[in-house]
Each structure stands twice: as structure tokens, then as C-alpha cells.
């Protein structure tokens, strides 16, 4: 080889590595000159160019598209049985774990529950810097959900977080010192954020959560650089006697009867944002109703738009362009927050621009993203609440009884938790399959006898007595045995299940999936597993002594591949959902990054000790008028944290196991807010010291019953 032709390829290689898509994965943060590698570098065309590199996961979904597909294969169904642990890092709270992490050039950027921002090395795990935004405990009672939180997005050297009390924070991705912070919430209203901020064309846009709660929803829009609001888009109407904020909102008004602003109507944007750089449109997924309860709600009924609805937007106005609602009247919290896919795929032969979209309400639907057309919809799952979508006016065929007219409780599938929630699906483009995490778990609506709009404070407008766990054990088992999960591979074109893995119970991890034909999907049971793409084969599987929820990824550096998981059991479901929750396994929240690599040589040190505590309950003396008031009050104030029936599953105090149940430390810590750090507030404003009286009057009836129980299975 001439001089001349050898200096022509090292030019040509080292343009091929540097030159056009800037400094791409291989090179890592260990070998990178600091002074000329500016970290996070990520601008609109990089990402939208995101498979020319793909070693980087530059975004939330890895491209714009959100597919959490990636095209590296070095690991795949032949050698992943050599997948071991390259490197772990442990975090310092024991709460949900639901982060996507972002990775560029060798530098990994990821959240922990309380909004904390952590910067590592994503090939030793070395800690590059931490911030922790010092969201204050107490604010955790405002959250639906727990303390959780799904990611950053970067930009320009920038990292974005948004916390869990309504701040969108900017941070020095070379430092992780702050740059800007911006409130995006009115605090008089009990928002949380703890969706991941996405960034196109210089905005970061960000949602928030708090339906339950009765707020009204909105999505803004931020300058990347000054934290300037550019603008907001509100989800639903607000009080029509003042003026409409764009002629939009005033179309949506007609849609609502009765006075829904005075309960915030809901609709929060608290998940899924994507940006398409094809059409230059911004899709948002919409929330449910607050209340829940459509008839108190909107007691003259109407679609309430733009509930459960995904809706395009111009990302550089917030104008509105068009609308798809999934659930009219909302009244079952059915979001359509779940992660919005966008891939162009042949249907009968047609080239389509489509989202895909499995939301809570248990269809699974392909919409034509340049005009929000229903393309088809069938459902992925169990399905009671209707018995499909009609094509021609793209509604749901309702079932009878759906909307719990009656007195008696109805069960309907999906429940709240819905068919899929949060954790993110995939879709490989090779395949052609979506891989959905699904969970079968209903609920039984009943409309409350007492329901006042002003006090919509964890009171979802549904009776939670009527919804709480019976203990008689046939029923009981019953529905325990009706609880299940699943990964299910879909064909989106032909709208039907190709193949499933069963799991015991819901709340199983987000996928992804990868050239190598494989998808990855962690387990509430405590597992980070492998299947082959095509099959369903498990071909891999790693202990992982916690759930894994989280949406796993896939980078290198060096040239080496790595499988990047978030793991840490939590979130609403063993949150709220008490027995139900241990049916997917009795793990603990073992927070920690979990990453692998061919050949990776880590091991977890071994598991913490665990002692089972016995039940020692005071004797239960209230007469049943007391308890029954108490119970009441438990499920309307107390079970979204401490567990339906006052069974919790783990995250927070077992009130059945308390000491506290024999003295007076119960109403300084209930009424007094003596653990208020800890993120237990005072009651007192909802509270009276009778009504306090009386939870405990439920709980030491709780504890008795749970005990006996205990006794009963032992004898067995
Ligand atoms: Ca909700």
C-alpha cells in the first residue's frame, strides 16, 4: 500500500469514528480527552441519526422512534449464554426503581427514586458525579405512585431531571452541578413528576402526574438553554367562565357537563412524550379522569376530551393538530400515558407512518401518525369493559354494565394497574413483533355512597371498601388466581399474539430487544432474563435478589457490548396493592445498575438477612361500628401507601406489625407529623383524633384477623 493510500484510509477511519456523527460509542469517557470531548453532546440530528451510532442510547427510547430496539448484535441467541456481570452500583433508597438510563460516549446518566441524577462510567461503573435535588420527603404523599422516576434526557451537554415536586432541573453533564431550575407545577395542587423529560429542536418538554389527586392536566415546554417556558398545552378544559386558553380547549369543553374544573379533571401527561422528526409533530399520552368516576366527574357523561387520548401537537407552539381518544367518558383510570411507538410498517401492502400503542384499557392499537386514523385495534389481553373497538367510528363497543351503574360491585379487566402500564414494550423492526409486558388484574368498581368533588384527595371518586380484598378464602383464592402477568410477543399487523411467557403475577419489567434476536425483560419475581426474539426460548437468566421493572438497554464502549438494567422492586403495585402484590414473588427493594457484558466476571454479594416478623397485635376490643368507620377511612386515606386491606407489600410501613398500635406515639405520628421526615405527614386537616381512632381500631382488627390466619396455615 502507497503512503499516500495508507494516509488516505487512516483519514477515512478516523473520519468513519469521529468525523460526521461526532464522537461515538466506542471511544469512552476513560480514553477521551476532557477538554475536547464535551459530555452529552446530543443535538436533534444526532439522535434522529441515532443507528449510525448505534453503541450510544442517546435517548428515552434510544431513537426518536421509541422502539428500544437496537441494531448491536455482538451479543445475540448464540453466545448469551455467557452474559455475566461486568459491574453493579448501589444506590441509597429503597423505593421503586423505573429509570431507562441514557448512555453517550461511554458516560451512563440515570435517575434513582427521588429524582436523584447519577452520572457513571458505563464501563467500570465508576461514579462520575451525583446530584440529588433533595425533594422534599413530606412530598411524597402527593404522589399516586411512589417516589419513582423514569429517567434524564441530555442535550448539548446538558442534563435534564424532573423532580418529584414539579421542578425541571438542568445539570453541567460534565459536573452535575445545576445550570437553571425551573418550577413547572402550582404547588397548591398536588403534582408530581416522574416521567423522563424528552428534548427536540431545543425544547425539553415534560409532563406530570397527580390525577388521582384532582389536578388538571398540561405538557410544557422549556428552552433548553435558559429554562424559559415556551409554552404549555393544557390536556383538558379548565373553568369555562374564564377564557379559554386556545380555541382547542373551548372544542373540548363541549365534551364535559357539569362543573369538572372545581375537580381538576385530570387528564396528566405523565409518561409518554415523543417527538416524530418525520412530520415534525410531538405525540403526548393523556391520562385519566378525576375523579375516576365518570358520573361525578361529568355527571351528564360526554367523551371528556382529551382523556385517555394520545394527541399531536407542533412541538415549537404546543398547537394542537389532532386527536385519537382510546376511552370516551373515561371512568376506569385507563391512561393512554403508556409508551407511544412509532414505526413505518406494510400494511396490506402500504408503506404507513403508525403509532403503536398498548395503553392500560387492554386494546392494542396501530393509528396512521399523519392524521391520528384508527388503522386497527384488538385486544392484547382480557378485556370485560368492552368487546371491541368499532372500525367504523373508531369507539369502543362498551360492555353492559361497564359503567357500574348499579349497586353491587363490578369486576371489570383491566383494573387501574392496567393491562400494560409504565414499563416500557419494544418492537423490533426484524421481527416485526411489539414485546408487551401484560398484567391480568381486575378491579371491582362501585360507585361511593358519600362522594364530595372538594375533597378529591385520594378519593378516586370509586368506593375502595367495596374494591379492598374480601377474607373469605374462597373468594380470596379466587381472585388471587385470576392475578397474572405475561411477556407476550405481538404482531402488530395481523393483531394477534405470536407467543407468551407466563409470569406468576403482574408488574413484570419493561423489554427490550436487539439484532441478536433477543429480547430482555426483568421479573418482579427478582430475574433479568433473555428470549430469543423469534420464539420466546428463554435462553438466559441472572438472580437479580430484587424486581426488575425497569426498561433494560444496550450500548459499548470499546467496542464492547453491554446490557444495561435499573433494578429495585416498587411502584404502585406493591405500593397500593397489598396481597395481590406478593403474587409476582416476596421480593425486597434491592436497589442497584445492574450491568452485563460477554464474559463479565461480577457477583452481588450475597442477599441482607431477612427475619420474618411474627404478629403481635393488642387485643381487638372496638365494636365493629368503630372498625367498619375505620376501615373506611383506611381505604380512603391510608391503603395508597400502607396497602389495601392494611397489608403492605414492603415498600412502607406493615401497620399490622407496628408498636405504635398500642400507644400514643399513633396520633403524633398520624395527626402530629412526627414522621413527617420520613415522608409521613400529619393528617390532621383530613383527620379528626376520633376518625384517627378508629384506622387503628381497623388495623388492630387487621392484625387479629391476619394472625389468626397465620395460625390457621400453620396448624396445616
Ligand atoms: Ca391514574
Redesign the pocket.
Known sequence: MSRLKACIVVIALTLAVYGVYGSPGPHAAQDANPKTTKPADVDSARITRADKEPGNWMSHGRTYSEQRFSPLKEVNDKNVAGLGLAWYYDLDTNRGQEATPIVVDGVMYFTSAWSKVFALNAATGKQLWSYDPKVPPEWAVNA?CDAVNRGVAVWKGKVFVGTLDGRLVALDAATGKPVWETLTIDRKHRYTITGAPRVAKGKVIIGNGG??MGVRGYVSAYDAETGKMAWRFYTVPGDPSKPFESPIMEKAARTWTGEWWTGGGGGTVWDSIVYDPDLDLLYIGV??GAPWNQRIRSPKGGDNLFLSSIVALRPDTGEYVWHYQETPGEMW?Y?ACQQIILADIAIEGKARKVILHAPKNGFFYVIDRTDGALISAAAYTQVTWATGIDMKTGRPIEAENARYKDDAPVPILPG?LGAHSWQPMSYSPLTGLVYIPVQDAGFLYKSPDDFQMKNLASNYGVDLVAAGMPQDPAIKKFILDSVKGSLVAWDPVGQKQVWTVSRPGPWNGGTLSTAGNLVFEGTASGHFEAYRADTGERVWSFAAQTGVMAGPVTYTVDGEQYVAVLAGWGGVFPLVTGEVSFKSGRVRNISRMLVFKIGGKASLPPMPEFAEQALSPPPATADEATVKNGERLFQRYCASCHGDVAVSGGLVTDLRYSKTLANEQWFGIVLGGNLKKLGMVSFSKELSRKDAEAIRAYVIFRANQSADEAKVKGKK
Do not use: F, V
Open positions: 399516586c390525577a388521582e391520562g385519566n383510570d391512561t387501574p
